[in-house]
């Protein structure tokens, strides 16, 4: 009977959900502009401090004339301001999340948030094991695919925000942002550095009343890497290194100004590619690579299967891998997506991926003998 009930009412549901303004207030600002809150390394978040609230503005990362966000934030405990700035608000601390990424997923978890996580989408993709026994047990609910939301069931759930990650013109989710449901924009991956991107942990510590740890992991990130950047600074010699390989007919290439090309750099690598001024990964001809990297010292590879992969393994898949000059030296050191946490961890401790950079590329400075928590070398 309960279910005949919702499938009548649903159409009415969502009218009202789709139509509902309540979380997102519109308003002229007639506050003062605040005091601002510092980001030491963050370019596209704005924080600011007002008496009753805090203004959260999220620059376009592909149009920074533009805002591409903006939050406000009103403490649960105290009674809403009779005046508010435009943008959504968002009562803290946020006690209910819908969270697309797995990315962000592993950091609510690591600030003791994870609680608030009610449900996910591109489950698939989420290598933590305790997500998955949650759905299972229906504590946490599988909410689709990330391009196609299951739409009722973020409408049952109900939560408080959604968090996802945004592209190039997303537009506004389509039905997904219409449900009167604030959505937060994460476009930390879009950062020009490392330590910027980790710096967003601050912003979500915000939302999830757990600012005070996270402005403190984030100085302990920041300290360790700044820490580990100055002792390979100190390098007389500086190693060439290649990273990925061939996929089908093309091989993707960080640009140099990306996170991994400032990571190797700050490790004390010399990246093949550096000279290529982009953030993003290009698709290369392999032919072109190969010509450009042969001769590089160190070969950094990720990918995603059962097995641990062998030389034979790169051997039987491009001839030309066994041409380089990192695999008759040993030198290749791969990633396991299917067995780490990488991408669930890695974005917000780059401290720990340069520590392991530093430790491949230079053997001088380790101390003890080489352990890696995300690599290991390729063997045959």
Not at 127 to 148: A, C, F, P, S, Y
Not at 229 to 239: D, F, L
Not at 255 to 277: C, E, Q
Request: charged share 25%.
């Amino acid at each position: 009977m309960y279910i005949v009930d919702m499938k009548r009412i649903f159409p009415l549901l969502i009218l009202l959900l789709l139509t509902a303004s309540s979380c997102i207030r519109k308003a002229a600002d007639t506050t003062a502009d605040g005091s601002e809150l510092a980001m030491r390394h963050a370019r596209l978040l704005s924080v600011k401090e007002h008496k009753g609230y805090v203004t959260v503005s999220i620059t376009d990362p592909w149009d920074s004339t533009h805002v591409l966000h903006r939050y406000v934030l009103v403490p649960r405990d105290q009674a809403m301001p009779a005046s508010l700035p435009e943008g959504d608000v968002i009562r803290t601390p946020v006690t209910s999340a819908a969270v697309y990424t797995s990315v962000h997923c592993g950091l609510l978890d690591e600030l003791g948030a994870y609680g608030c996580i009610k449900g996910v989408c591109d489950l698939r993709y989420i290598n933590l094991q305790k997500v998955h026994d949650d759905v299972k047990r229906g504590t946490i609910r599988d909410l689709g695919e990330t391009m196609t939301p299951n739409i009722e069931a973020i409408m049952e759930l109900r939560p408080d925000v959604i968090l996802l990650s945004p592209f190039e013109n997303s537009g506004t989710y389509g039905k997904t942002g219409k449900m009167g449901i604030p959505l937060i924009e994460c476009a930390d991956y879009m950062e020009a550095s490392p330590l910027a991107r980790a710096e967003w942990m601050r912003f979500y510590g915000m939302l999830f009343g757990c600012e005070e740890k996270a402005d403190s992991l984030f100085s302990d990130i920041e300290r360790n890497y700044n820490e580990t950047k100055r002792q390979a600074a100190s390098v007389k010699s500086r190693p060439t290194v290649v990273t990925e390989m061939k996929i089908g007919s093309t091989w993707y290439v960080a640009g140099g100004m990306s996170t991994v090309g400032i990571l190797i750099s700050d490790a004390g690598g010399d990246y093949v590619f550096k000279d290529v001024r982009e953030s993003g990964a290009l698709p290369y001809s392999p032919e072109k690579v190969y010509e450009k990297a042969r001769e590089a010292d160190y070969w950094l590879i990720k990918y995603n299967q059962g097995t641990d992969m062998t030389l034979a393994d790169l051997r039987s898949m491009w001839s030309m891998n066994a041409r380089m000059k990192a695999y008759s030296t040993k030198s290749i050191y791969c990633c396991n997506l299917s067995s780490t946490h990488f991408f669930e961890e890695t974005p917000f401790h780059p401290d720990v991926l340069l520590r392991e950079y530093v430790n491949i590329f230079h053997p001088e400075l380790r101390e003890g003998e080489l352990t890696l928590k995300y690599y290991k070398q390729v063997k045959e």
